[in-house]
Each structure stands twice: as C-alpha cells, then as structure tokens.
C-alpha cells in the first residue's frame, strides 16, 4: 500500500458537547475520542499531523499519549477545507495520498480505512469519499447522485433542503486525496454557503474535473458516527463496549451480564476467568487464568495473577493481587497495595500502600496503611493500623508468623517481631520482640506542649 500522509482535524470546540473541554478530550471507554483517532493514523501512515486551534495545548498533549503526530495550528475555525489548508507545507512534501480523519469519529476501523485508500490508489483517483447509509443522516452531509452513479455534490445539514434531507447517503467526512489535487482544490475553495464556511468536501468540484472522483461505501454504519453531543458519546459508548465485551468472550472469558458489565480499552484478561454483572474495569487492568470477579467490583489498573477472587462489591486500585488470594466481599484495596499468594482480605478491609506476606489473612473490619506484613500472620477483626499521627505517615511491620487479636490498634512506628502475638483490645506503641505476648491499653496522660 502506498505510503499516506494522514491529518486530522481537531480544531473545532464543539459546542454541542455543552462542556468547558474541547470535545475530542472526552473519554470512549476510558480513552480520549483524540486517544482512539492517533492510533488508527499511526497504524496505517507513515506520517500524522493533527489541526490544533480550540485548547490546542490539552489536545496535543492528550494525543501524545497514545501516539506520534505534527501539530499544526488554526487560529479561527473557518471551516474544515481550512483547517486542511494549515497542513498545507506537509500536504507539499508528500507524494502518496493524504488521508483526512476528524478527532470526532473515533469508531473507524482500519479495515475500513484500508479499503478507502486501496480502493483510492486502484483507480487513481483524484478524491475517494467515504459513505455510508444511515436511517437517520440529520447532521450530516448528504451526498447526491447523478444517474451515472457517479457523486454531484454534497450538501450539507446547514444547506439542505426538503427533498435533500431526506437522502440516507451520508458523508462519512473521511476521504483520501491525491495530494497535488488536494493542494490545487484548497487554494480554489470559497465561503458561499450557509455557514460561511469553507468546506472540504467542496474541492471535489475542482478536483472532478482532473481525475475521478469515487465515492466508497461502507455497510460499516458504526464507523462514521461522529460525535457531536452527549448522545452520540453515549451511542459510541455502548458500540465500542460490545465491541470489548465480545473481543473478551470470543477469548475465553466467560461474561454473566455482557449489558451490564463494563470494560476499558486497555484491559487484559486471561482466558477462563468469570466477571459476574456490575462489574467495572478500568485502565491497565490485567486478570489471570481462573480468577473471579464478583458483581459490582471496580479494578483500575489492578493486576491480578491467576484464580485470584474478588467477591461481591470490593475495589481495588494501581494494587497487585497474586494467585489464589480472595479479596472481598466490600474490601478497598488502594493504590500500592501489593498481597501475595494464598492471602485472604475479608470484607470491609482497607489496604493502602501496604505488603502482605503469603499466605496471611486479614479476615474482617481492619484497617491496613503503610505496613509490611511477613507471611502467615493473622489480623483479628477491628484491626486498626494507626499509620499517622496528624502530621507524618509513619510504617508498621510484622514479621512472620505475628498473631494480632482483635481490636488492636497499632500506633506506627512500630513492629512486631517473628512469631509474637498481641492480646485482643491491645493498644501497642512499642516495638515487641521477637516469641513474645503483649497485651493491655497503655494510654497515660500527657500534657500537651
Ligand atoms: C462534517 C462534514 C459533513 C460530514 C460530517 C461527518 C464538512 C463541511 N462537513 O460536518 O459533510 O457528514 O463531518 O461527521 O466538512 N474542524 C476543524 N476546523 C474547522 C472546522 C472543523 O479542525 O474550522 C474539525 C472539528 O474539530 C471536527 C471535524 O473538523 O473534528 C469536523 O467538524 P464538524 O464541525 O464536526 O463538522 P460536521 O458539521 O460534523
Ligand atoms: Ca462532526
């Protein structure tokens, strides 16, 4: 395949979005619609450069996470052949097609987009326009036919009329363009329409007069749906996540309520596991063989070894989880939190930036921050690590084998040493020695300073 120059525009604001973010920094299943758009152009060009006006540093910022692109600026929104024309130095300095994607179609498909430029390049055309049919067009432009077959004009939303609003042919708004011809067609473009914008689509009058003109059309309807208000977010929202949730199934992961249960793009999950409805998973999650998810969980970049279980109702954030530990029901394990094998952390348990050695259970009530558990230790219920004293987070540590009874509370810094064991209701301050017992409240008045 040729080698293509692929711009995107995302200058406009889209003031339909109703928000104070430019619309292409709204979020598709946890991915910026900007996010979703760079990466399907870095994956079939050789070079992106992206139309930049409305927030124009958040946006380029944005998109540099999830790939490469130039940026080139728009200063007034003057209308999408404009916004092409800022390109124009990199449209000059290239000779296969140039590709044109907006920031507010994030659906697309590389196959889609494989076939507009291979359909391009097979009959050297000058413009190759990318259609569809939709049952409702409002909103975009229609595309009118001669009896030839051949495209007439696009007239869009803004200038059509009653008989042109009804046609269901659609401008899909993703076209590939000889670059020569794109370059000349630019320079030709006027404003004399509704909007007094200077439309893209308009270079094809230009551009038909010196090498064919071709419409494509694709069954593909998902693909071209742009975003222009919340509703079309949430439409979006609801096709890329059944698109997740079958990728996952046709895998091996068994989904109970796939309408009712919620994966982002970047999640990974090992083939025989089961996620019960409810469920939420975010981020960089990665799931194991044979693990559990139970209903109404949420797992934002959570890694969790294999047949790990997390019942009913528990989150678990930037935390990893190895084989064979259950987690839950109603346990919050957040960020630096990191448990080993064969552990158990029952219900209404906190974990923050804490280590548990294999093997040891926190069962019931506890809360667990900035400590080292050893292995094989056992948290009464009610446990309470008292990690900040107003000012400063200070650590716990216990080594192997600790029993701690219930209700204790653990006023860090302190450690329990190997095999020790604290009498229920304990208050412990100090450190305790290794083979040891300690029990008893040790609160004495103190004059404050
Ligand atoms: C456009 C097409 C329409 C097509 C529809 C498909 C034109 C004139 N119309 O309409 O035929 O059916 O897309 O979704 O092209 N942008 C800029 N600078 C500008 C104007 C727009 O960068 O000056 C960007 C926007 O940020 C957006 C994209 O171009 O990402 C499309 O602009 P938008 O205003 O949404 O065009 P539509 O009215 O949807
Ligand atoms: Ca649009």
């Known amino acids: 395949m040729a080698e293509v120059l692929t711009i995107i525009l995302a200058a406009g604001e ?3 979005m109703n928000s104070k973010r430019n619309k292409v920094l709204h979020e598709l299943t946890g991915k910026p619609l900007i996010g979703h758009v760079v990466e399907l152009a870095n994956e079939i060009s050789r070079q ?3 139309v930049i006006g409305h927030q124009a540093e958040m946006v380029k910022e944005t998109m540099l996470n999830y790939g490469t692109a130039e940026f080139v600026y728009q200063e007034n929104q003057l209308g999408t052949g404009h916004a092409v024309l800022q390109a124009r130095e990199y449209i000059s300095s290239h000779q296969g097609p140039v590709l044109i994607l907006y920031g507010d179609t994030p659906l697309m498909s590389q196959e889609t987009i494989s076939r507009l430029i291979a359909g391009h390049g097979e009959k050297n055309a000058g413009m190759t326009i ?9 909103g975009y432009g229609r595309i009118v036919r001669k009896d030839t077959g051949e495209i007439e004009k696009i007239v869009e939303e803004h200038d059509t009329d009653d008989k042109t609003a009804q046609i269901k042919e659609v401008n899909s708004g993703i076209y590939c363009f000889s670059s020569k011809l794109l370059l000349k ?27 064919p003109l071709l419409p494509l059309f694709t069954e593909r309807t998902e693909d071209i749906l742009g975003i222009n208000d919340r509703r079309d977010l949430a439409q979006a929202e609801r096709i890329l996540q059944r698109r997740i949730i079958n990728e996952h199934l046709d895998k091996g992961v068994t989904i109970k309520d796939p309408t009712r ?12 596991v089961t996620i019960y409805p409810g469920s939420y998973l975010r981020g960089e999650t990665r799931i194991g063989r044979d693990s559990i998810i139970g209903s109404n969980c949420q797992l934002k970049n959570a890694v969790l070894s294999a047949g790990v279980e997390v019942r009913q109702g528990s989150i678990i954030m930037d935390s990893e989880v190895d084989s064979a530990t259950t987690v839950g029901p109603y346990a919050y394990l957040r960020p630096g939190t990191k448990i080993a094998k064969s552990c158990r952390i029952g219900n209404f348990v906190e974990l923050k930036k804490s280590q548990v050695g294999e093997g040891s259970k926190v069962p019931h009530l506890s809360y667990v921050g ?3 558990l050893g292995r094989n230790c056992n948290i009464g219920a009610g446990t309470i690590f008292a990690n900040y004293d107003g000012e400063k ?14 209700n204790t509370t653990l006023v860090a810094p302190v450690k329990v040493g190997k095999n020790s064991s604290t009498g229920a209701g304990s208050v412990v301050t100090k450190d305790v020695e290794k083979n040891s017992v300690v029990l008893g409240v040790p609160a004495r008045f103190y004059k404050k300073k």
Do not use: W
């Open 185 to 211: 067609s630019l320079a030709q473009l006027e404003n004399d329409n509704n909007q007094g914008e200077y439309y893209l689509p308009e270079t094809m009058h230009y551009i038909a007069k010196k090498a």
């Open 393 to 406: 987070k200070h650590q716990t540590s216990l080594a192997d084998n600790v029993f701690i009874g219930s």
């Open 14 to 16: 889209g003031t339909r």
């Open 48 to 50: 992106t450069v992206c």
């Open 261 to 272: 249960t919620y994966i982002e793009a970047g999640v990974k999950i090992a083939p025989d």
């Open 370 to 372: 900035d400590a080292n």
């Open 130 to 138: 990318l259609t569809a049919e939709l049952d409702d067009p409002a």
